[in-house]
């Protein structure tokens, strides 16, 4: 069935050479592989379908020293596939299994004595339209004490319930999202939506802004902060790379206090995302931090 849909699909998209490459991911996926990658260490909570392709996830979370005990895997399950194709670098996603592997997590995987103990917690994405998905996030952000990241990451499943975004946002210590998500979520500009997210209650809002870098915001002031140059080949992960900085910037300095201190943590991140851009694959392109220091020279990390 997948394959039949594989083979419509590619068939109908592809004008010329076509190029294969099977692939890990998923948001949250990317992330967490992200901060492990930069040193940090991560616990990941999601849900895969017993399968090949389940079990290879888990393992390339186990390889790049990713924390599996909140993962589940579901029984008779098919691990949800995403094929991605390509305009230039930009990636459009179309996903197939029902139901999705990722929106069936049970929420007593959350820990939440481990939870309290940990010093950030990130939350995204679209797999907060599956309601079992939403009730183990509830249950993990209710928790006091870590510093909260959330990325509505609407697209490219648009969707998400607005009003849930704000719930998360009013208590986020950071909300990071795209322009694409503010336009999807509300129709409108990265100001306008960072205006609405600040007022909603997040502490600092950064919405990514591809080649042009980020806007960071906190309080009634906001920054943009430029994007390297480079010569981008794959843009998958790029936000979740942008996250994986910040959270990574996060953990190493603390929380920041002030717009300043968030535009430097910024400024790492969308290097970060710049590396990522710049080969195919999105959780495989993650750079570790002396690949950072080898790329970008001037860059303080
Ligand atoms: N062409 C580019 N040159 C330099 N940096 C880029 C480029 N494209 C993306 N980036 C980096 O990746 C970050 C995230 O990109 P973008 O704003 O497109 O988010 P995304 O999550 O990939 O977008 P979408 O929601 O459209 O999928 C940017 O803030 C920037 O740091």
Known sequence: ??????????????????VYRPAVGGAPFNVAVGIARLGADVHFVGSFGDDPFGHRLLDFLDKSGVGTDGAQTIPDVATTLAVTTFQGHEPTFRFYGSPPSYGLLDAARVDVDRVAGARL???????????????????????PGPVRVFDPN?????????????EFAATADLVKLSS????????????????????????????????????????????LVPAPQITPVDATGAGDATMA????????????ADLG?????????????????????????????????????????
């Open 180 to 223: 694409a998500d503010a336009t999807a979520l509300w129709g409108e500009s990265p100001e306008a939506a960072t205006e609405r997210l600040l007022a909603a209650g997040a502490g600092a809002v950064v919405v990514t802004l591809g080649s042009q870098g980020a806007l960071v915001a906190k309080g009634s002031a906001s920054v």
């Open 154 to 166: 609407v697209r490219p499943v648009v969707g998400l319930n607005p009003d849930v975004v704000e």
């Open 261 to 301: 201190e968030w535009a430097t943590l910024t400024r790492v991140a969308v290097h970060v995302a710049g590396y990522v851009c710049e080969s195919p694959g999105g959780a495989v392109a993650m750079p570790t931090v002396a690949d950072l220091r080898a790329r970008f020279v001037d860059l303080a990390v």
């Open 245 to 256: 900085g910040l959270s990574w910037g996060i953990l190493s300095q603390g929380k920041p």
């Open 121 to 143: 917690l990130y939350c995204g994405s679209m797999c907060l339209l599956a309601p079992p998905v939403l009730a183990a996030a509830r249950r993990a952000w209710a928790v």
């Open 1 to 18: 069935m997948i394959g039949e849909a594989l083979i419509d699909l590619l068939e109908s998209t592809s004008g010329g050479e076509l």
